[in-house]
Every structure is written in structure tokens, then in C-alpha cells.
């Protein structure tokens, strides 16, 4: 069975320090992972994905993830954070079950930007 | 706008008094799923659908019913409320392809409170 582990509830950062958020996840086969952002009474958004090809995948609003195969994670990152990045954030991978394409996600982190 | 709408966003009933959460999607998606989403558990997918009259159980589908007669709408139904059914519910839709690699769009949610 597929699973995401994302082993911070929450991460607090200054603004302007860059951050990062963890996810390991563990799936057979070739994973397809996802990063989700949730602002306070929203639905939640798509912020990148890895398929294939370069480890260093850029998304929105100025964040990136970085694969790695051999620690199975894909943490999220970005350089500067801002106090408009404070979000839950959620980790997810996609993968065929057999019958059917299932996503998976994590429990969530809370990032906190201060100023 | 591409979109996916769920109705009501906020509901308050009553143990036992069936309820029924719309969702509908314009983006001609074939996949299409409903997940619940409890504080440290994350998301969890309780019904999910391939296409039209295509649907299946996903991780926590005991006391939900959906139905796919057309390819936009999704509803989730609750013939029973229980107050453990109280939480925040999502719609999403995707494109179905060979390869695992679309994202999923999300509706704004619906917060249930079953007393």
C-alpha cells in the first residue's frame, strides 16, 4: 500500500529565511508526487509535481521540491519565505492501486512565516 | 473558469436526516473522488469514480453513498448522519490517462456538523 509520511505538524519561519517542508513517502513502482497548498477556508491548490527527468522541480509561487530516490523524499522548498506563504501544505503521491489511480496524501504541515 | 463547486460550503443537521453534498465539475474530467479531511489524518478518500456509472470504495467509505450519472456531477450522500461524520469534505476531479501524472483540482470544501 502507498503512504506519505509528512513528519512535521508544523514549521515556523522568519520571513525572508528560506524553508523547508519534509515528505517521505513509500509506493511500488515509479511514484508520481504532488504538493498542495490550503489557505484558511479554501479548497486545496496544486503547487508542482514530479513525474519524470530532473530532480529540482519548480511550481508556483516561487517553490520547488527536490527528489530523491534513494531516500524516497520529495521535500518542499523555497529560498524566502513570506508571510503570505503561511498555508497547510500537503505532500501526495499518485499511483495505479490495480483497479484503479489512487492519491495518497499526508497528514499536512503548518507553515508559519513571521515577520 | 475551470472549476470544480461543491454545495453547501457550511451544513449543520441532525443525527439520522439525510443529507446530500453537490458536486459538479466543467473541465470534462472522467476521475473524480470525495475525501474527508479530519485534523492529523489529513486527507482521506471515502468514494471514487472512473467515469460515468463507474464508482468505488475508497479508505473510509462506511456511511457515504455517491452516485455518477453524469459525468460532471459527483454527489455524496449521507442517508444516516452520525456525529463522527462531522468534518471538512472535498471534491476533486482529474483528467484519467495511462500515466499517473494529472493533478487534481479541488472544490472550496463543505464543513458538516452532524449534533
Known amino acids: 500500500a502507498q503512504s506519505v509520511a509528512q513528519p512535521e505538524d508544523q514549521v515556523n519561519v522568519a520571513e525572508g529565511n528560506p524553508l523547508t517542508v519534509k515528505c517521505t513517502y513509500s509506493?511500488?513502482?515509479?511514484?508520481?508526487l504532488f504538493w498542495y497548498v490550503q489557505y484558511p477556508n479554501r479548497g486545496l491548490q496544486f503547487l508542482l509535481k514530479y513525474i519524470t527527468g530532473d530532480n529540482l522541480v519548480k511550481g508556483s509561487y516561487g517553490f520547488e521540491a527536490e527528489f530523491n530516490k534513494s531516500q524516497t523524499s520529495f521535500h518542499l522548498k523555497k529560498p524566502s519565505a513570506l508571510v503570505s506563504d503561511s498555508a497547510l501544505y500537503f505532500c501526495a503521491v499518485r499511483a495505479y492501486t490495480g483497479t484503479a489511480s489512487k492519491l495518497t496524501f499526508g497528514t499536512g504541515t503548518r507553515l508559519q512565516v513571521t515577520l | 473558469e475551470a472549476q470544480v463547486t461543491q454545495n453547501p460550503r457550511y451544513l449543520i443537521t441532525v443525527t439520522g436526516k439525510k443529507l446530500t453534498v453537490t458536486c459538479s465539475q466543467n473541465m470534462n474530467h472522467e476521475y473524480m473522488s470525495w475525501y474527508r479531511q479530519d485534523p492529523g489524518l489529513g486527507l482521506r478518500q471515502i468514494y471514487y469514480?472512473?467515469?460515468?456509472?463507474?464508482?468505488d470504495k475508497g479508505d473510509v467509505p462506511e456511511g457515504y453513498k455517491v452516485s455518477r450519472k453524469e459525468k460532471r456531477n459527483f454527489p455524496l450522500i449521507l442517508e444516516s448522519p452520525s456525529p463522527n461524520q462531522t468534518s471538512l469534505y472535498f471534491c476533486?476531479?482529474?483528467?484519467?490517462?495511462?500515466?499517473?501524472?494529472?493533478?487534481?483540482?479541488f472544490g472550496q470544501g463543505t464543513r458538516l456538523t452532524v449534533v
Open positions: 476533486a476531479s482529474s483528467l484519467k490517462r495511462l500515466v499517473d501524472d494529472t493533478e487534481a483540482f
Open positions: 469514480s472512473m467515469n460515468v456509472e463507474v464508482t
Open positions: 509506493v511500488s513502482g515509479n511514484p508520481y
